[in-house]
């Protein structure tokens, strides 16, 4: 546990410098620094905790999300996303359906390897998984 609180502390010390530095480099503000400071904080690291994403993550493998989600109400089908479900638990799953009706958007949610299917509201949907180019 110890251990875990250092590497946080390093990594949020790294993302400080690295802000500070993009700051001070620039003495006017223009959109392109906006976008890298932007996109540092919208890095969102993960670890699989199960094997119920495989084959496409495997338990253990670490995977970058995007929390900078620009319409929640648009995302689609097969997208991994990170989500909190109805008892409050954070879950990685792929959207399988979008749902709207009066309530609202809401997504069924499930995982790669199982039949289990979450409804999940599109405000419980926390960040979303891209593939890097």
């Given at each position: 546990m110890k251990n875990l609180k250092t590497i946080i502390l390093?990594?949020?010390?790294?993302?400080?410098?690295?802000?500070?530095?993009l700051f001070l480099r620039q003495q006017k503000t223009n959109l392109s620094s906006l976008n890298a400071v932007k996109n540092i904080f919208c890095l969102y690291p993960l670890t699989i905790g199960g094997s119920s994403m495989e084959p496409n993550f495997a338990a253990g493998?670490?995977?970058?999300?995007?929390?900078?989600?620009?319409?929640?109400?648009?995302?689609?089908?097969g997208m991994v996303v990170v989500y909190k479900n109805q008892n409050g638990i954070r879950r990685?799953?792929?959207i399988k359906k979008k749902i709207e009706d009066n309530r609202?958007?809401?997504?069924?949610?499930?995982?790669?390897?199982t039949f289990e299917v979450e409804e999940v509201s599109m405000h419980s949907i926390e960040?979303?998984?891209q593939k890097s180019n």
């Open positions: 390093v990594v949020l010390i790294i993302i400080l410098i690295i802000f500070i530095s493998s670490r995977v970058i999300f995007n929390r900078c989600i620009d319409d929640k109400g648009k995302l689609a089908e990685v799953g792929r609202g958007v809401f997504y069924q949610i499930g995982r790669d390897r960040a979303v998984y």
